[in-house]
């Protein structure tokens, strides 16, 4: 089964300060999703990522997955306190509807 | 626009208990997924329906029944709840799957519920 590697499992920032979340894969990633979590709250879709090489960005947010397709980084540029929360890589398997999750990184963020 | 929706938000059982979760969604997807979200453990799948009048096992179903009551609504029952059960259970759902390695599985999910087991 395809295993899903977070790192770092937390992270602490000052308010406009940029950071990096990496989300490792055993297996080659055929979809990468990226979602958020705040507190209390389901999980929110941010991006989706299918082709090596592939990068996206919604506002202050971009996501990258790998050449060779085992690996995505989150990146937050300049980041604000409404940035705060647990994000989570998902991915597709070769076929399937199912995902896999990694277990999360917890960000906070200090004004 | 409603997308998931789960009740109860919260719940204290005693052990032995039984109780069902509710979810239902609007936005006419095929596919319906519970989870169970635990410190450390992350994400895990419970149990999940690909369409209407099928259901499948996921990661972690033991103690656990599930009911695709039609399109719409996919329900979790906990029959003889346990202290281990205690959690947060998300039910999420996505929409016409295509398959292949280009397929999207955009899933979509409800606030939770957050389920004590005393």
């Known amino acids: 089964s395809q295993e899903l590697e977070q790192s770092p499992q937390s992270l602490i920032v000052q308010e406009g300060k940029n950071l990096t979340i990496n989300c490792t894969s055993s297996?080659?990633?055929?979809?990468l999703y990226w979602y958020k979590q705040k507190y209390g709250e389901g999980l929110i879709f941010l991006m989706m990522?299918?082709?090596?090489?592939e990068e996206k960005s919604h506002e202050k947010i971009t996501a990258k997955l790998d050449e060779k397709k085992q690996q995505s980084s989150l990146h937050i540029t300049a980041s604000q306190p409404s940035h705060a929360g647990i994000y989570l890589c998902g991915a597709d398997g070769a076929s399937g509807s199912r995902l896999t999750f990694g277990e999360g990184t917890q960000l906070t963020v200090n004004p | 626009n409603a997308g998931v929706t789960q009740t109860p938000k919260f719940q204290v059982l005693k052990t032995g208990q039984s109780m069902t979760l509710q979810c239902a969604q609007d936005m006419n997807h095929n596919s319906m997924y519970w989870y169970r979200q635990d410190p450390g453990m992350g994400l895990r799948l419970i149990y999940y329906s690909a369409s209407e009048g099928t259901t499948d096992k996921g990661e972690v179903p033991n103690g656990y029944n599930v009911s695709r009551l039609n399109k719409r609504e996919f329900s979790l029952r906990l029959e003889s709840a346990a202290p281990s059960q205690t959690s947060v259970y998300f039910c999420a759902s996505s929409g016409p799957k295509v398959r292949g390695p280009l397929a999207k599985n955009i899933q979509y999910f409800g606030a939770g519920t957050r389920l004590s087991v005393l």
């Open positions: 990522l299918q082709k090596g090489g």
């Open positions: 297996k080659t990633l055929y979809g």
